[in-house]
């Protein structure tokens, strides 16, 4: 490499990322492609995955949109034989898609406490167990599965199915972490506060309630998709933490204690 080229650590690698039409799934998307990764961007809005993709593409990178649905936990393996492939294999999984309900626990109804299973441990088990053969092929890979500070958080209230959910799927990380490492697979977790379209809306919608939650936060801010979220993923799945797993990494400026 000449002093006139640009190091791309992720050069070569294949990176799905869920959820991958706006928010923090679009920001971690961008981050790879700008270290050079090829992206299979996953979600469920075609237009909005369209749109990504041409971002992404300008950041010089290659990206193909993948219409999915990831509480039809079935079709999960078809997607990755999909961009399997379109791509010749693939080196990074993100499992950032979730959808789910908040309110008190007599508030909700048993499909609205399924439904966030289905879409986190469920769906990502789906994508993990789909990967796993890939990623061996290839003499390894890194899977990062997004999870949320309100699991520890001081009071959980209207947070009950939503921290139950990436509980689970905090403790299924762990144990892929331990169970592949022979295989040269590393699988981490991030708890990140992001400043994504739902959050956004509710911020206008709540001013007030915004502005106690940030004061909550050492550094006094919400974190940007791409600059602090999709940074530091990138930097996970790259060479210089390649002794890191089964970890998880709180991305919310300091707020949560997870001891």
């Known amino acids: 490499m000449s002093e006139t080229?640009?190091?791309r650590p992720l050069t070569g690698k294949v990176a799905i990322?869920?959820?991958a039409g706006q928010g923090v799934g679009l920001g971690i998307a961008l981050a790879l492609a700008s270290d050079g990764a090829t992206v299979a961007a996953l979600g469920r809005t075609p237009a909005r995955l369209a749109d990504a993709c041409a971002e992404i593409r300008a950041r010089g990178a290659v990206a193909s949109p993948f219409t999915c649905d990831?509480?039809?936990t079935a079709a999960i393996p078809g997607v990755v034989e999909d961009v399997v492939a379109e791509f010749g294999?693939?080196?990074?999984?993100?499992n950032n898609a979730y959808s789910g309900v908040y309110g008190p626990l007599l508030s909700l109804s048993e499909k609205d406490f399924r439904l966030g299973f289905e879409t986190a441990p469920f769906a990502a088990f789906a994508f993990m167990k789909a990967v796993h053969p890939h990623f061996k092929a290839r003499g390894g890979g890194d899977i990062v599965n997004l999870v949320t500070s309100a699991m520890v958080r001081w009071d959980p209230t209207?947070?009950?199915g939503y921290a139950a959910a990436k509980q689970a799927l905090r403790s299924l990380t762990r144990t892929a972490a331990?169970?592949?490492a022979p295989d040269g697979i590393r699988a981490n977790s991030i708890a990140p506060h992001a400043l994504s379209p739902g959050l956004e809306r509710w911020t206008k919608q709540h001013p007030e309630e915004a502005e106690a939650f940030v004061?909550?936060?050492p550094m006094r801010r919400i974190g940007d998709p791409e600059r602090d979220i999709g940074r530091a993923v990138a930097a996970l799945v790259g060479p210089d933490l390649r002794y890191l797993t089964g970890a998880t990494l709180p991305l919310d400026g300091g707020q949560a204690f997870f001891g």
């Open 158 to 160: 209207t947070y009950a």
């Open 178 to 180: 331990v169970e592949w």
């Open 215 to 217: 004061a909550t936060i």
């Open 70 to 72: 990831v509480a039809d």
């Open 17 to 19: 990322v869920t959820g």
């Open 5 to 7: 080229d640009e190091y």
């Open 89 to 94: 294999g693939v080196d990074i999984l993100v």
